[in-house]
């Protein structure tokens, strides 16, 4: 069947410029991440849903960041006012129930000019 | 809290070397460990995973083995391809009541020349 699907791969925003990302699990997951890559680095944990909860939220840097899966499947990851330090790839995995193993989207690579 | 560390690369070795890439992780738990790898122009895979002590993983000829005592999880490979060029990242989940986040090292970019 389809794998995480995420869109735009590649996106290009000037400093001050909100940006959505958005990311298709695979269909029925329950669990659903998102992950931040700089480059040459391993990802770091953003954000943490649980159908249509968000139950964790601790590792959004800033206010800037906001997530959201209003109906459990589909989630859109934005960034207001980007900066330059937003730079990197956005990642999304799913997964079928909590703990079990995750399937990554391709990533979007954000570059903030 | 929970980390992962993993040796620095890049890793370059020719085609049919022995491979190790060492990990080792802080965790105040029992968590599960994987190895993940990203293939260039790819998303990440995982490659193989072991839950609890003494367990070893297995995939496409990439061995690990959690081994509690000394708290590391290193990938081995008997012999490598020009195919396994990839970057290489030790994870772990913490172990508990955890919502299963993945804590990932660095990376290991290795380069398996002809």
């Known amino acids: 069947g389809a794998g995480v699907s995420q869109s735009p791969r590649y996106k290009v925003a000037k400093r001050g410029q909100d940006v959505a990302l958005r990311c298709d699990p695979i269909?029925?997951?329950?669990?659903l991440f998102w992950y931040q890559q700089a480059l040459g680095q391993g990802p770091e944990f953003l954000t943490y849903?649980?159908?249509?909860?968000?139950?964790?939220k601790s590792g959004l840097p800033s206010d800037r960041f906001f997530a959201e899966r209003p109906e459990g499947s589909v989630s859109t990851l934005k960034i207001q006012r980007t900066q330059q330090e937003d730079s990197a790839v956005y990642l999304c995995?799913?997964?079928?129930?909590?703990?079990?193993?995750?399937?990554f989207g391709p990533g979007t690579r954000l570059t903030v000019t | 809290g929970d980390s992962v560390t993993q040796m620095e690369g890049p890793v370059t070795l020719s085609e049919e070397a022995f491979l190790t890439i060492n990990c080792t992780y802080t965790?105040?738990?029992?968590?599960?460990l994987f190895w993940y790898v990203q293939y260039p122009g790819e998303g990440l895979q995982l490659l193989l995973k072991?839950?609890?002590?003494?367990d070893k993983g297995s995939n496409k000829g990439f061995e690990a083995t959690y081994r509690k005592e000394t708290t590391s999880f290193h990938l081995e490979k008997g012999s490598v391809q020009v195919s396994d060029s990839a970057v290489y990242f030790c994870?772990?989940?913490?172990?508990?009541?955890?919502?299963?986040?993945?804590?990932f090292g660095k990376g290991t970019k290795l380069s398996v020349k002809p």
């Open positions: 995995a799913s997964s079928l129930v909590v703990r079990a193993e995750q399937y």
């Open positions: 269909s029925g997951h329950v669990s």
């Open positions: 849903f649980q159908n249509e909860a968000q139950l964790d």
């Open positions: 965790a105040t738990g029992y968590p599960s």
């Open positions: 072991a839950t609890k002590a003494d």
């Open positions: 994870a772990l989940i913490e172990g508990g009541g955890s919502q299963g986040n993945l804590i």
